[in-house]
């Protein structure tokens, strides 16, 4: 914080836009699961080779695959929630496709049903429905 006339200023920092950066052990894997098998929509690709990457829309947000890791899976305080209208939906038709299941649809304890599944390098990926009655909900009338 900053000192203004004796008294603390907030200094604060204006985010344009965001995304989730991950780099993957295996890019052509990786992006096939996130573009063929999740059905992220594709935003923009670019580079090639080594250097290649890729960017989907999540929904108010970015997910951009580019680089390369080694083949450590990531710490698991690393994950990605992501809202949709049916969570049992989606869960049928990712678990059908062979992901990995950590959790199947459940009602959580804070109201929201969530399923859990990894990526192809072990990234946590929390599918989460927001009841309609759920305080994360706004009355628009």
């Given amino acids: 914080m900053a000192q203004v006339g004796g008294m603390r200023s907030i200094v604060r920092m204006e985010v344009l836009a965001s995304r989730v950066l991950l780099h993957p052990s295996d890019f052509d894997r990786s992006f096939d699961f996130y573009a063929r098998v999740v059905g992220l929509h594709l935003f923009r690709e670019f580079g090639d080779d080594a250097a290649r990457g890729a960017v989907f829309f999540t929904g108010g947000g970015y997910l951009e695959l580019s680089g390369r ?9 690393v994950g990605l929630w992501w809202q949709v209208r049916d969570v049992d939906r989606e ?16 009602d959580k304890p804070w109201g ?15 599918i989460v429905e927001v009841p309609d009655d759920h305080p994360l909900r706004r009355d628009t009338r």
Avoid: N
């Fill in 69 to 77: 890791s080694d083949d450590r899976p990531p710490g698991d305080r």
């Fill in 91 to 106: 869960y049928e038709r990712l678990a059908a496709s062979g992901v990995e299941v950590i959790e199947p649809p459940t």
């Fill in 112 to 126: 929201l049903r969530e399923a859990r599944i990894v990526d192809p390098d072990g990234l946590l990926l929390v």
